[in-house]
């Protein structure tokens, strides 16, 4: 398994280095755009028809600003913000993104809720302290169905609860790096709006259904990406195959994605393909066939609990 696991190394130092572009990425940021304006220009004439194809715009450039997280299609990080930063998608500035996704990128402290900024789980302490019925709603965000109706809410309200306290610092921490990304941001946001109130003329409402719809989308990928395990292999999903797979840039195989985060999106079905046993073993089984058969399982029944196993910081 160890030199399987040298030659995905190698495979993946080859695909990522021996060019400066990986032009597969780069014309998919574009096709992206394309796509995005095409869908915004088609509510003049189809109306809110064209939300759906604005929400698979959306998601798509989430999944194409991950992959310039992990340094695609450049080598160049500058490059590499310049071309994903506008947020079509509304919530999130870039660089905190980046900041915080390559955070969750320690495996070792994977689902921690105090040291893994993408976890969902809470230490016992913080969850004692929440009014009751916050934590009932918790337990229902436990549900794949649920997570998709009222999970971008809670999201979006935590995350920027938390900005805000990050932010108003007088100094050090997170604070200057934090107001610097917010005023990147600002200013995506007016370019934003800008073009879908005068270019697709569309009304606010209906672009921040589209933008709520993405994250409900997104919602299918990251609610079993992780699991508390003792063994750090352990608490990474595989799903196999789905329609959403492209969609996602292939990150439904996420165990691939995790132990070498520099393989591009294209790189990561042969990676897989290629040691399918052995993944399977290194994440103990923690393996879905389709997000159907997420669905089906998790629809409607809390996947796990909403406290850290382990985990009781105080």
């Not at 292999?233 to 329609?243: A, F, M, N």
Request: hydrophobic letters at 45%.
């Amino acid at each position: 398994m160890k030199h399987g696991m040298h030659r995905d190394h190698e495979r993946a130092r080859v695909v990522t280095r021996s060019g400066s572009i990986e032009w597969r990425t780069l014309a998919l940021i574009l096709f992206c755009y394309a796509a995005w304006i095409a869908a915004g220009m088609l509510y003049r004439h189809a109306g809110p028809a064209s939300i759906g194809l604005l929400t698979l715009t959306i998601v798509l450039h989430s999944s194409l600003q991950h992959e310039a997280v992990h340094r695609h299609p450049t080598r160049h990080t500058g490059l590499n913000e310049a071309l994903v930063f506008l947020p079509i998608g509304l919530l999130v500035p870039f660089r905190r993104y980046r900041e915080q996704h390559l955070r969750h990128h320690a495996d070792s402290r994977l689902t921690d809720p105090y040291d893994d900024p993408e976890s969902f789980y809470l230490a016992l302490y913080d969850h004692q302290r929440l009014p009751r019925v916050l934590r009932t709603v918790l337990v229902w965000n436990n549900r794949l169905a649920v997570r998709m109706l009222i999970g971008p809410a809670i999201s979006a309200t935590g995350f920027l609860l938390t900005e805000m306290r990050t932010a108003i610092r007088v100094k050090g921490g997170d604070a200057p790096r934090s107001r610097g990304a917010w005023r990147q941001h600002a200013a995506g946001l007016i370019a934003v709006a800008a073009i879908v109130h005068f270019g697709f003329g569309m009304p606010a409402w209906a672009y921040l259904l589209a933008a709520y719809l993405g994250l409900s989308l997104l919602a299918v990928r990251s609610f079993c990406e992780h699991q508390w395990a003792e063994a750090p292999g352990g608490r990474t999903v595989i799903v196999e195959r789905s329609l959403l797979g492209p969609l996602f840039l292939n990150n439904n195989i996420h165990l691939v994605h995790h132990t070498h985060p520099g393989l591009p999106w294209y790189a990561l079905p042969a990676a897989y393909r290629a040691r399918r046993d052995e993944w399977q073993a290194i994440n103990g089984g923690y393996v879905f066939r389709s997000y159907g058969a997420v669905m089906r399982k998790f629809g409607l029944r809390a996947k796990e609990p909403v406290v850290h196993p382990v985990c009781d910081r105080r």
